[in-house]
């Protein structure tokens, strides 16, 4: 049972465009949601997060907003540039353990 | 600034063989994890670490031990190679349980291959 989910493989997106990556999750206790960005060959590194008392949470280019009654969270990236082109991961955490629950990942593709 | 290091890169296993999976950090954290990818599917948690001396399993152990006598070092054990345990391994790190505000720390990844 898959409790994070991508349901989206890949995504492209023009270069200055906004993309926006989507998670959905199926447990209501979650607290903290995470995002982390991959390169090919490297490990994933850490983007941005949210606390489930929050609807959302902005770093420069980069929101998170997370509606716990659809319990969905998405990440925008605006504007994208084509060294945004990477494998995102949402991820979310399980309160009273340090376990992250990771989902598929999502391709972005920014094109030039 | 080092961070986490994870070595080998790449390895080659014949069915049985054992090897280990080295992962050290610099940066003085308690929390460390072993996560393994496959192909089209998420990071699935192997093993985890609050602190030296202690660890405890994630969602598939089966097949893998570990051990952490340092802060620093927490090596991932293969003891019988399957088929099934190839895949890409990440070490990671975190400062605390904090876990919205102390996010994990990876490293590079070894790729194992068992043939």
């Known amino acids: 049972d898959q409790q994070v989910k991508q349901n989206s493989p890949s995504l492209s997106v023009q270069e200055g465009r906004i993309s926006i990556l989507n998670c959905d999750y199926t447990?209501?206790?979650?607290?903290?949601f995470l995002w982390y960005k991959k390169y090919p060959a490297e490990g994933p590194t850490f983007l941005i997060s949210?606390?489930?008392?929050?609807d959302k949470n902005e770093d420069g280019r980069f929101t998170v907003f997370l509606n716990k009654s659809a319990k969905h969270l998405s990440l925008h990236i605006v504007p994208s540039q084509p060294g945004d082109s990477a494998v995102y991961f949402c991820?979310?955490?399980?309160?009273?353990?340090?376990?992250?629950?990771f989902g598929t990942g999502t391709r972005l593709k920014v094109l030039a | 600034n080092a961070g986490v290091t994870q070595t080998p890169k790449f390895r080659i296993l014949k069915i049985g063989q054992s090897m280990t999976l080295q992962c050290t950090q610099d940066?003085?954290?308690?929390?460390m994890y072993w996560y393994r990818q496959d192909p089209g599917m998420g990071l699935k948690l192997i093993y985890y670490?609050?602190?030296?001396?202690?660890?405890d399993k994630g969602e598939v152990p089966n097949g893998y031990n570990v051990s952490r006598s340092t802060t620093e070092d927490f090596p991932l054990r293969l003891e019988l190679a399957a088929p099934s345990q190839t895949s890409v391994y990440f070490c990671?790190?975190?400062?605390?349980?904090?876990?919205?505000?102390?996010?994990?720390?990876f490293g590079n990844g070894t790729r194992l291959t068992v043939t």
């Open positions: 990671a790190s975190s400062y605390s349980a904090n876990r919205g505000n102390s996010p994990l720390h």
């Open positions: 447990n209501s206790m979650f607290d903290y």
């Open positions: 949210i606390s489930s008392i929050k």
């Open positions: 991820a979310a955490s399980e309160p009273g353990t340090y376990k992250y629950i």
């Open positions: 940066m003085n954290h308690n929390y």
């Open positions: 670490s609050v602190g030296a001396g202690i660890t």
